[in-house]
């Protein structure tokens, strides 16, 4: 031994011994510490545990938040939660889950009933405490059936599950959206640790916008269940939080006033109040019923939507980037007039036809509008005249134009999948299409054809700059947010985008011929005069395809696919305008025959109803 | 390296079977708890862990085939490396139930945290070698050991692994007392300690606070942490002294018990055995510390006496906070119980570990060339 210690060069082995033996202590009495405590737990208060393993068993169970309701403005319920039932069957208490199922159809055959499961398949290894779902979302019937008959089902359950209910169902559905189990994206991509796999998550509109508001917080209780699996009491709880109540800027009976004005076509209704940016109604046709999701859609469902050629899923109004035609040729308006190109005075000579270079552009008016100056220009929609001014203005100003007001960028509404639109400039033809651009795309996009494309919204969004004095708001669809107690959590004010690059006077210029658009013998949109109001208005058409021009082709002979939407874009009254409304109709033909009768319809309740009502 | 047979006359069987009677007892536990488990990869879960057994005694076998004192030599380097790799799971480590601890290379991965405790353990053990003072070191001297440690500590600490990253301090001030620190340096530090203890609260994550909260009283978080404490309490105190025996652990087949196959085990093993299981195991434990200990002690250098003590007293740590853990003592800081948890990098780091304790243990008897 003494041999070895004076191997342990440069170091005192007596120390090194001397702390080894402390570590010895240390040990010896840490390991006694977990001693005493295992005698304490397990031969002291063993036979305490004992029992409680014994008879007790405690188990976790999940209790999902009940999602916040939507109001529309007015207070009326949009979208309430219901009670949805499910039937599961726990094997181990079963014992024989096979004669079980067969009692509950023979229950079921009784009051002729069918039973809607399928076979219970079971796994070769299985957790025999885990439920299987036998039945989804059962009627009342058949819950009484089950319930009363609990003695003689063993280990039959029933979850109570709630579900949303979409009281206008399509009406509101590209508002709203719908529910739907989380995916496997959004979990993974989810940071906030919030989800978890099976929870019901937004998957559109409003849900979606405001889903972490609107989902609540999760609550568990830590149930004891006896041998049979059947819970004996709640041991702990911890309680779920509703989630948010969410107040709309929706009028639910302007929007059912557009929905049925917008029947049978496919198209888009915004209705928006031009003091605030504060969105009354946005109806999309065709629609989908979100109630269809509730406890995941079919399959036929979904693909019936999928494959639908005019696409229900689609918010029109927000996603749908048409090309604005001739309610574009404001905008080309306000940037002469700004850039001093023109005077409201300076006339044009139309005679239905415009050179460029070896190129005729026509007007829409077959004989031409003659001398013409801007008023009647807008108010008869004369393209010979834009054709003209566009190519004093040129496309650089008209971009810059366009943006002003608002096109080309998301206006930021309060909903999930809206688009920018497209404003096209000299470097965007260049990058996209590898090619220069050419005099006669600024000639096509002074009268809001070519490769200019808004949304309704975006379109909308510009005149309502226009009806309030200049001011371009957020369009915003949500009001506040309350807690399920009413308590308000957040008030969501009118937020400005920025101020259109007009002057006061070339605004009321504009707003005049929009008047005349309306009110004017010739106007193109004579559909919206009354009486008590005056309605400001332009219409457009937008050509889908390069028909023939002048050629009196009769519409119903065009197919469907290829013929004009239709648009129009009106507010009224004209001094303090309340209501702005956009209409578009896919291959409607007509901005003036086949859009303006529409906003007709929801200017005309608004003003002899719904206005009266509130003033009431 | 010519081969001595001294090497051969000197291999520790006594380690060997210990760590083998250890390692079955585990492997039989770990059968126990993923008996009933519906998962298809939880009932072989134990075949699995017989592989990371096989491959950690392969491992074994490569750390005491070469002596220790070449392996010394590049100390330094492996830890480097151990801690490019602990950045690298920083930066593009898998996350799994929250925290960022996983490496994968080639398909398989690994917790590159297991490794770093070995490197560190290596290269302090070469620090204190080469630095050799007479009557302790002071602060100021072992301020270089503990860079050596805070850096993995803080990368370990970010993942959040609190478990491994406590570990290596405790493993760092062991270590250095150990090889020896002044009296006042040891004294200062405690009282700084203590002082100091409070602040390290606002270091802690809102999810590391509750833990400790929860130890406190259980009954704070029913459904979450203190839901596995309350459980892991009934398994084992519901074993009694005998055990309710081999799988007939209810609260285990029944599956009360969350983690039962990795940071809870223990509670399987208390649950099926009772109180004279444990007793034997903690014998089983003690007398494997022991020994580590006596090879410590009668290690030809102090190298090598470094070595084996940083190896055996990880071990210790380890084993203490996670029974203390599992019992209720400690709050739940996620620590595997060496040769019980099911785990492939805990396992295979081990059996390196062990096998440099054997390669100390076999080479006491030659004189340095």
């Known amino acids: 031994m003494a041999g070895r210690q004076d191997r342990l060069t440069g170091h005192n082995p007596v120390d090194l011994r001397n702390r080894l033996r402390f570590f010895l202590w240390v040990i010896s009495i840490a390991l006694s510490i977990l001693m005493v405590r295992m005698w304490y737990l397990q031969v002291i208060r063993g036979d305490v545990f004992r029992q409680r393993s014994e008879n007790n068993r405690i188990c976790l169970r999940e209790v999902k938040p009940l999602r916040g309701r939507i109001y529309d403005i007015r207070g009326n319920i949009l979208v309430d939660n219901q009670a949805s039932f499910d039937v599961s069957i726990i094997p181990e208490d079963a014992e024989d889950v096979d004669s079980v199922v067969g009692r509950i159809k023979g229950l079921y055959a009784q009051k002729l009933l069918e039973f809607s499961g399928g076979d219970v398949v079971r796994g070769k290894v299985r957790r025999p405490f885990v439920p299987i779902k036998l039945e989804r979302n059962i009627s009342r019937e058949k819950l009484s059936i089950v319930e009363t008959n609990s003695l003689d089902l063993p280990g039959v359950v029933v979850d109570v599950m709630p579900v949303r209910k979409y009281i206008f169902g399509d009406i509101m559905a590209h508002i709203l959206g719908y529910v739907g189990e989380i995916s496997s994206d959004k979990l993974e991509s989810d940071t906030s640790g919030g989800y978890k796999s099976g929870d019901m998550v937004g998957k559109q509109g409003i849900e979606k916008y405001l889903d972490r508001y609107i989902k609540g917080q999760r609550g568990g209780e830590q149930v004891e269940v006896n041998v049979a699996g059947r819970e004996l009491r709640v041991m702990e709880k911890v309680d779920p939080v509703p989630g948010c109540n969410v107040v709309l800027t929706i009028d639910s009976y302007l929007q059912n006033i557009a929905w049925d004005a917008l029947e049978g076509k496919a198209g888009s209704v915004i209705v928006i109040n031009p003091r605030d940016g504060s969105v009354m109604a946005m109806v999309n046709r065709p629609a989908f019923n979100p109630n269809l999701f509730n406890r995941g859609i079919s399959q036929n469902n979904w693909r019936k939507l999928l494959n639908n050629p005019l696409h229900p899923m689609r918010n029109r109004a927000i996603s749908g980037q048409y090309i604005p035609a001739s309610t574009y040729k404001l905008i080309v308006a306000a940037a002469a007039l700004e850039e001093g190109l023109i005077t409201p005075e300076a006339s044009f000579f139309c005679d239905g036809s415009y050179k460029l270079g070896n190129r005729t552009f026509r007007c829409w008016k077959k004989g031409g509008h003659g001398e013409i100056s801007l008023h009647r220009a807008i108010a008869e929609s004369c393209d010979v005249y834009f054709y003209n001014i566009g190519k004093m203005v040129g496309v650089a100003k008209l971009a810059k134009y366009s943006l002003g007001f608002g096109l080309g960028a998301k206006t930021g509404i309060n909903l999930p999948g809206e688009k920018s639109g497209l404003v096209p400039t000299k470097r965007w033809k260049l990058n996209r299409f590898k090619e220069p651009w050419q005099l006669g795309e600024t000639t096509c996009l002074a009268i809001g054809q070519g490769f200019i494309l808004a949304t309704p919204l975006q379109l909308l969004n510009a005149y309502c700059a226009l009806a309030n004095g200049g001011t371009l708001y957020v369009p915003r669809i949500v009001k506040r947010l309350e807690t399920a107690d009413g308590r308000i959590l957040e008030e969501f004010n009118s937020e400005i985008i920025s101020h259109i690059p007009v002057s006061e006077k070339n605004i009321e210029i504009l707003k005049r011929a929009l008047w005349g658009a309306v009110n004017e013998v010739n106007g193109t949109g004579r559909a919206l005069k009354r009486k008590e109001e005056d309605v400001c208005g332009k219409t457009g058409t937008a050509q889908v395809v390069g028909l023939p021009q002048g050629d009196n082709v009769r519409k119903e002979k065009i197919p469907y696919k290829l013929r004009d939407h239709a648009l129009f874009v009106c507010f009224a009254p004209y001094k303090n305008s309340e209501i702005a409304v956009a209409v578009v109709v896919e291959h409607g033909g007509h901005g003036g025959s086949a859009a303006a009768p529409i906003a007709r319809k929801i200017i005309d309740s608004y003003f002899n109803n719904i206005k009266m009502r509130s003033e009431k | ?369």
């Open chain 2, 1 to 369: 390296m010519k081969f001595d047979r001294r090497l051969l006359f000197g291999f520790d069987w006594v380690l060997l079977s210990l760590v083998l009677l250890i390692s079955s007892i585990g492997i039989l536990n770990l059968y126990s708890s993923g008996y009933s488990l519906a998962d298809l990869d939880g009932a072989s879960l134990y075949v699995k862990q017989v592989y990371w057994v096989l491959i950690g005694l392969v491992f074994m076998v490569i750390c005491f085939c070469i002596d220790y004192r070449f392996i010394c030599r590049y100390a330094y380097v492996i830890y480097a490396f151990s801690i490019l790799l602990l950045l690298l799971v920083f930066f593009y480590g898998n996350t799994v139930n929250g925290s960022k601890r996983w490496l994968a290379v080639c398909g398989i991965s690994f917790q590159a945290s297991e490794f770093v405790k070995l490197t560190v353990i290596l290269a302090l053990a070469k620090y204190f070698d080469n630095n050799k003072i007479d009557g302790g070191y002071n602060l100021k001297e072992l301020l270089l050991p503990f860079l050596t440690v805070l850096v993995p500590f803080i990368l370990i600490w970010k993942q959040p692994d609190l478990g491994t990253a406590l570990i290596l301090i405790i493993l760092f001030l062991s270590m250095a007392v150990f090889a020896g620190v002044r009296r006042y340096s040891i004294i200062s530090t405690a009282i700084c300690g203590v002082v100091l203890l409070p602040l390290c609260w606002n270091f802690l994550t809102e999810y590391q606070k509750e833990r400790i909260l929860i130890w406190i009283n259980p009954e704070r978080d029913p459904l979450g942490a203190g839901y596995h404490v309350i459980q892991s309490k009934i398994a084992i105190g519901s074993g009694g002294i005998f055990g309710k025996g081999f799988l007939e652990g209810t609260q285990t087949q029944l599956k009360f018990l969350p983690e039962q196959q990795t940071d809870f085990v223990f509670s399987v093993f208390a649950e099926e055995w009772g109180f004279l299981g444990c007793v034997v195991l903690v014998v089983m434990f003690l007398a494997l510390i022991l020994w580590g200990l006596s090879i410590s002690r009668h290690s030809r250098d102090l190298l090598g006496a470094l070595i084996a003590f940083g190896i055996t007293i990880l071990v210790f740590w380890e084993i203490f906070v996670n029974i203390g853990m599992v019992l209720g003592i400690f709050p739940v800081v996620g620590l595997p119980l060496p040769f019980l948890s099911y785990g492939g990098s805990s396992m295979i780091i081990l059996m390196a570990g062990i096998g440099l304790l054997m390669n100390v243990s076999m080479r006491r008897f030659i004189l340095q060339p």
